[in-house]
């Protein structure tokens, strides 16, 4: 694999990792519905301000959110909708594969 090649599947891992974590999940879920402040998520999520905005640091980072300043407020929405596309072929996968085990117990 040439240097190009390698860089471009790093840079397809560090999107996959952003999205490896429950609460970043849930966090894009949230806000494929409607934009979100960081306070409005901290209160969802029940964690701290700092961990919350660490996962969306992460988020931001690998492309996946925006944000806007509005007055002492940050608000995120999804800066690429697609990834919802990946979220629901997860699903997919996830359906599959409990169908392909009830059938085993069968």
Do not use: W
């Amino acid at each position: 694999m040439d240097n190009k090649t390698k860089a471009r599947y790093d840079a397809k891992a560090k999107i996959f990792k952003a999205l490896a974590h429950p609460t970043r999940l849930f966090i894009v879920d949230e806000l494929s519905r409607e934009e979100k402040c960081v306070c409005e998520l901290t209160e969802m999520i029940g964690a701290d301000v700092s961990t919350v905005s660490k996962h969306l640091s992460i988020l931001k980072s690998a492309g996946i959110v925006m944000d806007e300043k509005r007055g002492t407020q940050v608000y995120y929405s999804l800066k690429i909708q697609c990834v919802l596309n990946f979220l629901s072929c997860v699903e997919s996968v996830m359906k599959a594969s409990a169908k392909e085990q009830l059938e085993l117990v069968i």
